[in-house]
Each structure stands twice: as structure tokens, then as C-alpha cells.
């Protein structure tokens, strides 16, 4: 059974700090690793990860994914209150035809 | 207008009574899908369907049904609810052809359900 675990699954930081989401998976013929934030509404894309080592990055948002060891980390550089939100994780696997399995989420507080 | 379009947005109803969500979409794309979710939970998946005659379980379907209408519309039944089915719903869209360069996933804007 494909699996996705996120940590921590909250964490409240001060504005200006800079935080690292974790996200690690176990899935059958990986295909890519999605992060997506989660405000209010619905959840809003992010980044899609498919090869190790290849950061990908968006403003102060940034993330790796590491295929051997099975995870993947966003890091956040120089919060602000708009950064809080849930940050999802999600994988998908199989043939192309499996749907995407979401971790938890991690629910970041930004404090001013 | 939103391309994926869900109603309705809130719901109250009682234990036992039938409901329906909706979920119609613009983007053209032939997969859909209905999550699940709950504090602390994550998404979790009810059912999927691939085109109109295609209709899959996720991980949570026992207590729903649902019907793809048409390649733009799917519908989510729960046909008697109960209180643990209180949650927030979203539908969610994808595109085969996209989906073999992104998996990514457009979602609705939620139906938040709430059972008494």
C-alpha cells in the first residue's frame, strides 16, 4: 500500500525564520512527488518533483527530492504571516493510471 | 468563473437523509475525482472515474456512491448520511495527457458537509 508521511504535522514559527517540511513516502514504480499549499480554500500546486537532487524553487519557496532515500523537503526562506497554510505532500505512483496518495499535510503558523 | 465548480458550498443536514454533491468542471480534462477531508487527516480519496464509463474506489468509499454523468460532471451521493461524515469535500480534475508530464491535480473550491 503506497504511503506518504509528513512531519512535523504542525509547527508555529516567528516571521524572517526559515523552516524545512519533510515529507517521506513508500510507493510502488514512482512517477513524481508533489507539493501542494492549502490556505483556506482549496489546495493550490506548487512544485512537482521527479529526479533526485534537481532543486526546484519558487521566491523563497524551494524543494529536493532525494529518490533514494525516499523523501523530499520544502524549505521556506524568510516566512511571512501569508505562509501559513497546510502544505500537502502527495505522490503518485503505478503505471500513470494510480491517483495521486497525500500525506497529513503539515500546518505552518506564521506569527508576526 | 471557476473551472471547477462545486455545489453546494455548505450543507447542514440530519442523520439518514440523502445527499448530493456536484461537481462540474471547464477545463475539458476526462479524469475526476472526490477527496476527503478531516483535521489532521490529509486528503483522502472516495472514488475516481477515468471518462464516463469508468468509475474506480479509493480509499474511503464505503458509505458513498457516485455517478459521471457526462465527461464534465460528476456527482457524489452519500444515500443515508451519518455524523462522522461531517468533513469538507472537494472535487478535483485532471488531464490524462498532463497528467504524464505533471499529476497535477486542480481542485474545487470544497463543499463542507456537515451531518447532525
Known amino acids: 500500500e503506497d504511503k506518504v508521511v509528513q512531519s512535523p504535522l504542525s509547527l508555529v514559527v516567528h516571521e524572517g525564520d526559515t523552516v524545512t517540511l519533510n515529507c517521506s513516502y513508500e510507493v510502488t514504480n514512482f512517477r513524481s512527488l508533489l507539493w501542494y499549499k492549502q490556505e483556506k480554500k482549496a489546495p493550490t500546486f506548487l512544485f512537482m518533483l521527479?529526479?533526485?537532487?534537481i532543486e526546484k524553487k519558487s521566491g523563497r519557496l524551494s524543494s529536493i527530492l532525494d529518490k533514494k532515500e525516499l523523501f523530499s523537503i520544502l524549505n521556506i526562506t524568510a516566512t511571512q504571516t501569508g505562509d501559513s497554510a497546510v502544505y500537502l505532500c502527495?505522490?503518485?505512483?503505478?503505471?500513470?493510471?494510480?491517483?495521486?496518495?497525500f500525506g497529513k499535510g503539515t500546518r505552518l503558523s506564521v506569527i508576526a | 468563473d471557476a473551472d471547477v465548480t462545486q455545489t453546494p458550498r455548505n450543507r447542514i443536514t440530519k442523520t439518514g437523509k440523502r445527499i448530493m454533491l456536484e461537481c462540474s468542471q471547464t477545463?475539458?480534462?476526462?479524469?475526476m475525482y472526490w477527496y476527503r477531508q478531516d483535521p489532521g487527516l490529509g486528503l483522502r480519496l472516495i472514488y475516481y472515474?477515468?471518462?464516463?464509463?469508468?468509475?474506480n474506489k479509493g480509499e474511503i468509499s464505503d458509505g458513498y456512491s457516485v455517478s459521471r454523468q457526462a465527461q464534465a460532471k460528476f456527482s457524489l451521493s452519500l444515500e443515508s448520511a451519518i455524523p462522522n461524515q461531517t468533513a469538507l469535500y472537494f472535487c478535483?480534475?485532471?488531464?490524462?495527457?498532463?497528467?504524464?508530464?505533471?499529476?497535477?491535480?486542480?481542485f474545487g473550491e470544497g463543499s463542507r458537509l456537515t451531518v447532525l
Open positions: 472515474s477515468f471518462d464516463v464509463k469508468d468509475i
Open positions: 521527479t529526479s533526485s537532487g
Open positions: 477545463k475539458g480534462h476526462d479524469r
Open positions: 502527495a505522490v503518485e505512483g503505478g503505471s500513470g493510471n494510480t491517483p495521486l496518495v
Open positions: 478535483a480534475t485532471s488531464d490524462f495527457l498532463l497528467a504524464a508530464h505533471t499529476g497535477e491535480l486542480f
